[in-house]
């Protein structure tokens, strides 16, 4: 079969597999949902009932893989019906690479990409796009930066041309002026996301408490105001030199067009763009806590606030993907009983945030004015612990269905090319392999009931945890601040 064959092929069981799996889902989520809090008495007397092996899913993404002598990793995925184009290119740098007293210098990098390169004249990078229709946006993670476009099919060579520019000549249009201006423009995103929001530091505050000032995950991706003032475009410069290099780079391309041409288009607008010297990764030891940390915060805020924290594994570790599950239906279960039940709690949120060097779990809290903080570290306590017995103790019912909901959404998001591309990032910056959808979906479908209480209990049930209690003080910062450890 032909290369347009077999992707025509895939693409169409692709859709037929959704199809039949959202009407799996609708059937399944038809029965009540059992609570992964508490056991009914239907639940300790009837086995789970299993759907292990009712949901048959391909969704294999059919990809071209070249690496152009100067290192870039270039993966081409040819949709025929597409209308539109999407380019994303994926430095391997991030945060974690910001120099010593210099933190917030690859996310101001990032917002200093849009000014322009060597031969895009007096418009900016957008301006150039939105002249064809298209959009663009960009993002710093601590692990990698990701610039991608959108735009008409027609125009693929310009997104390539525009993305080419600024990988060979990222700073060119960079001047002190420039760079005054989009650092304020950045500042003013610290104090909007941090400074000036209610309880805006906490998060900050798990974070270091969680990986210490030395570890490069223990500090926020923007950075601060101080160590962004002190950035210097020579440091820009420097950076740009050590990472931002065709082989520190991956460049998706997903498109209408025929592979090999869209090869030649590639080829014609990278080829040329020299590479920089190899660069070691930098490693650090995962995080461990050897105790419990207690902060206590006052900020100027109406009502009290509790948030928890552990490590937990890296992107690479067996039992992330169990906890993100187990964490997933405990954090409803428990804005069931302190906000619902109980109505001593007005928000129960939580994120697990993971990376190369490690990741973090963070349970936040809002309680009612007046709320016992003891009282709902008891409830918090209590469930972590319920959780950690899901399909050991006593079945989860309905454990199925809420796997069954996580396939459908992984499948849905493949069925547009921004979903597809980062999929195949991801199957490169976590498994080295470029096509991993179809692994990763036998991943979901292969988790246990059992194996995600395993992880709930290994990970968080009587393990050492930051426990951060948030006081509303009168003339306190809204954003809070650490009175004592």
Request: glycine share 6%; charged share 25%; hydrophobic share 40%.
């Amino acid at each position: 079969m032909s290369q347009l064959g077999e992707h025509e092929a895939r693409a169409c069981a692709s859709r037929v597999w959704l199809a039949a799996l959202l009407l799996t889902a609708a059937c399944a989520s038809a029965e009540p949902a059992a609570s992964p809090g508490a056991a009914s008495a239907a639940d300790k007397a009837a086995p789970a009932p299993s759907r292990d092996d009712a949901i048959m899913v391909n969704v294999a993404l059919v990809t071209d893989k070249l690496t152009l002598p100067n290192g870039l990793l270039v993966v081409l995925h040819r949709e025929p019906v597409a209308t539109s184009a999407y380019v994303h290119v994926r430095y391997h740098v991030g945060s974690k690479d910001d120099p010593p007293g210099r933190s917030g210098l690859a996310h101001l990098f990032e917002h200093l990409m849009f000014q322009g390169s060597r031969h895009t004249g007096e418009r900016d990078h957008n301006r150039w796009l939105e002249d064809v229709g298209g959009s663009s946006n960009a993002s710093t993670d601590r692990d990698s930066t990701d610039y991608h476009e959108e735009v008409p099919a027609s125009a693929l060579p310009r997104a390539l041309w525009l993305e080419s520019d600024r990988m060979a000549y990222p700073l060119d249009k960079t001047t002190e002026e420039s760079l005054g201006k989009e650092r304020e423009v950045v500042k003013n995103e610290y104090r909007e996301r941090y400074d000036n929001r209610p309880y805006g530091h906490v998060s900050s505050i798990a974070r270091a408490a969680v990986f210490g000032r030395a570890h490069p995950y223990g500090r926020p991706t923007i950075g601060n105001e101080a160590e962004l003032d002190a950035i210097t475009l020579d440091n820009l410069r420097g950076f740009a030199r050590d990472h931002y290099r065709p082989n520190n780079a991956t460049l998706v391309v997903c498109a209408p067009y025929d592979v090999k041409q869209t090869r030649e288009l590639v080829t014609k607008y990278f080829a040329s763009i020299p590479p920089g010297a190899p660069r070691a990764p930098r490693t650090y030891p995962a995080p461990q806590l050897a105790s419990d940390v207690r902060l206590d915060v006052e900020a100027g805020v109406d009502a009290p606030m509790i948030a928890l924290a552990w490590p937990a594994p890296r992107v690479h570790e067996p039992g992330l993907q169990e906890l993100r599950y187990g964490l997933r239906y405990f954090d409803a279960d428990l804005s069931h009983r302190l906000v619902t039940e109980k109505k001593v709690a007005t928000d129960v949120s939580w994120y697990l945030d993971a990376g190369h060097l490690g990741s973090l779990v963070l349970v936040e809290v809002q309680l009612q004015r007046g709320a016992s903080t003891d009282a709902a570290l008891s409830v918090i306590d209590e469930y972590l612990t319920r959780a950690s017995r899901l399909g050991r103790v006593y079945p989860w019912r309905s454990f199925a269905d809420h796997r069954t909901r996580a396939v459908v959404s992984a499948v849905t998001r493949l069925e547009g090319l921004e979903g597809r591309a980062e999929q195949i990032l991801h199957g490169i910056e976590y498994h080295t392999e470029r096509e991993t959808a179809q692994l990763d979906l036998r991943a979901l479908l292969a988790v246990k009931a059992a194996d995600v209480g395993a992880a709930m209990e290994q990970f968080l049930v009587d393990r050492p945890r930051v426990t951060i209690v948030v006081r509303p003080t009168p003339g306190a910062p809204r954003a809070g601040r650490v009175v004592s450890r």
